[in-house]
Structures are given as structure tokens and as C-alpha cells.
């Protein structure tokens, strides 16, 4: 249950649409919470941390290059 609360919380300024540049940087290197701001603007790409952005073990599947 903590768990399920942690994620909801983590998601919820992108949710109600607040910019990457306006969380933090723990935020802001997290795949799953860059993905859900990007889903709504590709722009949001760009306040990616660079370790994300960089990190092809970070990125999984998605192909970062196609979008930078």
C-alpha cells in the first residue's frame, strides 16, 4: 500500500501539469515519471536529467535519440 501511495504521489505534478523544470532533479531522472510528462508534451523532453538522457541502461527501450 505505501508503495502504491509513493507512486501516486511521484506522478502527481506531471499529472496536473507542472514541468519537469519545476520538480526535482530525483524527478526529473526518474524514466517512468519523464515518459508520462513527455506523453503530454515532447518538449518536456529537454528538463530530462542529462544522466537519463545519457544513460542508455536508464532508458530501456525507448529510443531517447529519435526525440532529442
Known amino acids: 500500500l505505501e508503495a502504491l501511495k509513493s507512486n501516486r504521489n ?3 505534478a506531471v ?3 507542472y514541468s ?7 524527478l ?3 524514466k517512468e515519471v519523464v515518459l508520462a510528462a513527455i506523453t503530454q508534451d515532447i518538449k518536456e523532453l529537454k528538463y530530462a536529467s542529462e ?6 541502461t536508464k532508458q ?3 529510443d531517447w ?3 532529442i
Not at 519537469?20 to 530525483?26: A, T, V, Y
Not at 544522466?51 to 542508455?56: I, Q, S, V, Y
Open 51 to 56: 544522466e537519463l538522457k545519457n544513460n542508455p
Open 15 to 17: 499529472q496536473r501539469g
Open 28 to 30: 526529473r531522472d526518474d
Open 10 to 12: 511521484k506522478f502527481s
Open 20 to 26: 519537469l523544470k519545476h520538480i526535482s532533479e530525483e
Open 60 to 62: 530501456g527501450s525507448f
Open 65 to 67: 535519440d529519435k526525440w
